[in-house]
C-alpha cells in the first residue's frame, strides 16, 4: 500500500492506546482520504476493523501477517458527536461578542466557547439575557475579590482566650449589639444573591463567580461578627420584629435587578458607611480590623451592583422607574415598622462617645446623627450614578428603610 500518510503503531494494540493514534491521523486528512496503518500488535488484524465500523471509517484494503497493514478511510460518519454541534460562544471574554445576548438553554452547563454538542438537554436557567446579568467589569471585580480574600483566623489578631477587655463593660455591651445587629443584616446580605446564583445561565460564569464569592464574603463576615460578639463571653444582643420585616422585603424580592438594588446600592452602601463608623470608634483593635476588612468585601458587593445596574439602566430606559417603584413599596410596606433598633442606635452612640460622661455622650450622639447624613449623601450620590436626578435621588434615599439596609 502507498501513496497515503502512513502510520507506524510498532507493537502498540488499540487497547493500549493505539485508537488515539489512529484518530489523530485521521483528523489529519478530509473526509473520504485515507491513511495506512500497520503494526505488529497481535489481535490488529481483528481489532481495527471493528473499531472503525464503530467509528464509521471504511477500511478498505487490509493484509494480516507478523505486521498487519490496512488502508483506512476518514468517514463522514466519523464527525459523529461534531456534527450539528455549535460553538457557546467565544473562549475569551476579552474579546468583543464572546458572550452573547441570549445563550440558549441547551448550551446548558457548557463553558463558554465549547462546542456544544446536538440534542443536549435544554436546562432551566431563567437569567439567560446579557442585558439584565452582565457588566463588562465583571471579570475585574470577580479577579480582584479572588486575590482579596482573606482568612479570619490569620488576618485578624486575635486576643488569646479569657482576656478581659480593656475597655468599660458598657463599651463591649454596645459592641456586642452592633455585632448582633451586623450578624442578621449580613445573614440577608447572603441568602439574597445565594438565592439567584442558581437562577443564572453560566454562559454568564464571571457573574455567577463574582456571587459566588460574595455569597463567600458574607459568610466570612459571620464568622467574624459572631466570633467578636463571644470574644468576652458576652450573650448577643436583641433582635427586633422591625429589623426582620426589613430584611424579609429583600429575601422576598424575585426581581434579581431590584434585588441587588435594595441589597448592593441602599442597603450595603449605607452598611459601609456604618462599617467605616465602627472603625474609626472601635474600643480595641479587633474590632477596627473586624470593620476595615468587612468594608474591603462590602465595597466590592456595592461596586459590581453599580455596574451592572448601570449598564441595564442603559439598555432599558424603564429599569429606574421600575427601581423607584420598589423603594417606593417597601418604604409602604415598612411604614408600620419601628425602624432602626433602638438599642442598636443607643449601642452607637456608646460606642462613638466610649463611656457614659454626659458630654462624650453629646458627642457619640452627633456623631451618629452624622452617620444617618452621610448614609443620605452616599444614596444620593449611588442613586445619581445610575441617571436618577437629584431630586429624584433626595426623594428615593429619603424613603429608603429605617433600619439602614
Excluded at 493505539?18 to 473526509?31: D, E, N, S
Excluded at 479569657?162 to 455585632?179: F, I, N, S
Amino acid at each position: 500500500m502507498s501513496g497515503a500518510p502512513a502510520l507506524d503503531l510498532g507493537d502498540l494494540g488499540l487497547d493500549e492506546g493505539a485508537h488515539l493514534l489512529i484518530k489523530r491521523a485521521l483528523a489529519a486528512v478530509a473526509v473520504g482520504a485515507a491513511i495506512d496503518v500497520r503494526g505488529r500488535a497481535p489481535t490488529l488484524a481483528v481489532d481495527l476493523p471493528a473499531w472503525c465500523r464503530a467509528q464509521g471509517h471504511p477500511v478498505v484494503a487490509l493484509a494480516r501477517g507478523e505486521v498487519t497493514v490496512a488502508r483506512v478511510e476518514r468517514g463522514a460518519a466519523s464527525l459523529g458527536r461534531w456534527r450539528g454541534a455549535v460553538r457557546a460562544g467565544g473562549p475569551d471574554p476579552t474579546v468583543a461578542g464572546a458572550v452573547v445576548e441570549a445563550p440558549p438553554a441547551r448550551w446548558g452547563l457548557a463553558a463558554r466557547g465549547a462546542m456544544v454538542e446536538a440534542g443536549a438537554p435544554a436546562l432551566d436557567f431563567p437569567l439567560a439575557a446579557k442585558q439584565v446579568v452582565w457588566t463588562d467589569d465583571a471579570p475585574r471585580l470577580y479577579a480582584h475579590a479572588a486575590a482579596a480574600q482573606w482568612d479570619p483566623a490569620t488576618a485578624i489578631a486575635w486576643p488569646a482566650a479569657g482576656t478581659a477587655p480593656a475597655h468599660p463593660a458598657e463599651v463591649e455591651a454596645a459592641v456586642v449589639q452592633v455585632m448582633t445587629y451586623l450578624i442578621e443584616n449580613e445573614t440577608a446580605a447572603l441568602i439574597v444573591p445565594a438565592r439567584f446564583l442558581g437562577r443564572i445561565h453560566p454562559h454568564f460564569r464571571e457573574v455567577v463567580q463574582v456571587l459566588a464569592v460574595q455569597v463567600a464574603d458574607e459568610a466570612r463576615h459571620l464568622e467574624v461578627f459572631h466570633r467578636r460578639a463571644a470574644l468576652h463571653g458576652g450573650e448577643l444582643g436583641l433582635s427586633t420584629a422591625g429589623g426582620q420585616a426589613s430584611l424579609a422585603t429583600l429575601l422576598d424580592e424575585p426581581d434579581f435587578a431590584i434585588a441587588g438594588f435594595l441589597l448592593s446600592v441602599l442597603g450595603e452602601g449605607s452598611f459601609l458607611d456604618l462599617l467605616w463608623f465602627v472603625r474609626d470608634h472601635a474600643p480595641d483593635p479587633v474590632t477596627a480590623q473586624i470593620a476595615r476588612l468587612a468594608a474591603q468585601d462590602e465595597a466590592r458587593h456595592v461596586a459590581f451592583g453599580l455596574a451592572h445596574l448601570g449598564r441595564h439602566a442603559a439598555l432599558e430606559p424603564t429599569l429606574r422607574s421600575r427601581l423607584a417603584a420598589a423603594v417606593e413599596r417597601r418604604h409602604a410596606a415598612l411604614a408600620h415598622t419601628a425602624g432602626l433598633n433602638d438599642e442598636v442606635f443607643d449601642a452607637l452612640v456608646v460606642l462613638a462617645a466610649g463611656g457614659w460622661d454626659p458630654a462624650a455622650l453629646r458627642r457619640g450622639h452627633a456623631a451618629v446623627v452624622a452617620l444617618t447624613a452621610a448614609m443620605d449623601v452616599g444614596r444620593r450620590q449611588r442613586l445619581h450614578r445610575l441617571g436618577f436626578t437629584a431630586g429624584e435621588a433626595a426623594a428615593l434615599s429619603s424613603l429608603h428603610t429605617r433600619n439602614f439596609m
